[in-house]
């Protein structure tokens, strides 16, 4: 199974500063032959499922923010709010689709400084 | 819009089979593949298996799963389920249907609510 790791664990960041997450496969999750890193983040609040926010490691899901943005390749990829917001407290998820099973990084915890 | 709702017992006996239903709105579940995605404290968010219509019905559980668990699809009720037996307390977890929307798109983009599913005496 392909292993995710993310960090920090947890991460305080004060409203509309940046925030920062990273994610860490145990192998290279991009296909050469698409060009494409098979990766996902998601954002959970308590009691939601939770929600996509990038795909293929940049590209970002109808109706999310700007301020989202994804970046990496190969095994390092990093989650980046411009400005964080007051709703944008959560818990931050990877996913590799690269190869079943599908598996997740065990979350960042992101609160308000 | 589509949307995804889970139902099923929310209290199992260990030893006996836990029972999850996905009812499906909004879409029709014969065009993607639809996946059991679980989340305990102790392993996190963890991917279950999914069953795809698609014209051929393919399944693909997670190994360390795959001797415990079934699923099945009903497309007349744009339903699809979910058989875990020989249930411990370690299968206690939210459970969540989610969509993915091809074979090549791995990443889940409609989640239903989630259930929590307790396994205790």
């Known amino acids: 199974d392909i292993v995710m790791t993310q960090s920090p664990d947890s991460l305080s960041v004060s409203l509309g500063e940046r925030a920062t997450i990273n994610c860490k496969s145990s192998?290279?999750?991009?296909?050469?032959?698409?060009?494409?890193?098979?990766l996902g983040w998601y954002q959970q609040k308590p009691g939601q499922p939770p929600k996509l926010l990038i795909y293929w490691a940049s590209s970002r899901e109808s109706g999310v923010p700007d301020r989202f943005s994804g970046s990496g390749s190969g095994t390092d990829f990093t989650l980046t709010i411009s400005s964080l917001q007051a709703e944008d407290v959560a818990v931050y998820y990877c996913q590799q689709y690269y190869n079943t099973p599908y598996t997740f990084g065990q979350g960042t915890k992101l609160e308000l400084k | 819009q589509v949307q995804l709702q889970e139902s099923g017992p929310e209290l199992v006996k260990p030893s006996e089979t836990l029972s999850l239903t996905c009812t499906v709105s909004?879409?029709?579940?014969?065009?993607?593949?639809c996946n059991w995605i679980r989340r305990s404290p102790e392993k996190g968010l963890e991917w279950i298996g999914y069953i795809s219509d698609n014209g051929n019905g393919i399944t693909n559980y997670n190994p360390s799963l795959k001797s415990r668990v079934t699923m099945s699809m009903d497309t007349s009720k744009n339903q699809f389920s979910l058989k875990l037996n020989s249930v411990t307390a370690a299968d206690t977890a939210v459970y969540y249907c989610a969509r993915k929307n091809s074979g090549y798109e791995g990443y889940f983009d409609y989640w239903g609510q989630g259930t929590l599913v307790t396994v205790s005496s």
């Open positions: 909004g879409g029709s579940i014969s065009r993607y593949y």
């Open positions: 192998q290279s999750i991009f296909y050469s032959s698409n060009n494409k890193n098979f």
